[in-house]
């Protein structure tokens, strides 16, 4: 089979280009030391109602002056429903599910995670305006799902 010599170039410009790419990728995944999400921890979903802290979900205050939220998503509604936090300390959200996926999306935010079954995930973020945020569900959970949100008051 014969390959034109500009064909034969163009080949070769588009591998030596994926291999710069990717290795570029690489390089700078390995220098920033990045990694798959690191706030994951395992939990028995089938005992997330017994497990402390999130038998009782809600807000704990830290000796260090930051903030711990506690959430259970599931069918079709955030536990807690409503939560008073303070404006300018960091709060960081915990939130898992005992029952299927869901999402915890919190707009004007970057608070943006799943609540995934099994694993509780974690996101930090610091409200610099007083007001009441939405707490959304933004991952399609079931036929109760438009109905899943919850409010968060920033005093
Ligand atoms: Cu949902």
């Not at 588009?14 to 939990?43: C, K, R, Y």
């Not at 930051?66 to 409503?82: C, D, G, L, R, S």
């Not at 004007?108 to 569900?137: E, R």
């Not at 109905?147 to 005093?155: G, L």
């Amino acid at each position: 089979m014969h390959v034109h010599k500009y064909e034969r170039w163009w080949m070769t410009f588009g591998i030596v280009m994926l291999l710069v790419f990717l290795a570029t990728i690489g390089f700078a995944a390995f220098a920033d030391n990045m990694n798959p999400p690191s706030g994951l921890q395992a939990i028995d979903p089938t005992k997330v109602a017994q497990i402390p802290p999130f038998d009782h979900p809600g807000l704990r205050r830290l000796p260090d002056g930051t903030y711990e939220a506690y959430y259970v998503a599931e069918v079709f509604a955030f536990n807690p429903q409503t939560l008073t936090v303070p404006v300018g300390k960091k709060i960081t959200f915990y939130v898992t599910s005992p029952d299927v996926v869901h999402g915890f999306f919190i707009p004007k935010t970057d608070i943006n995670m799943m609540a995934v079954p099994g694993w509780v995930n974690s996101d930090s973020h610091v409200f610099t305006s007083k007001g009441t945020y939405l707490l959304i569900c933004h991952e399609y959970c079931g036929i109760g799902h438009q109905n899943m949100f919850a409010k968060i008051v920033v005093r």
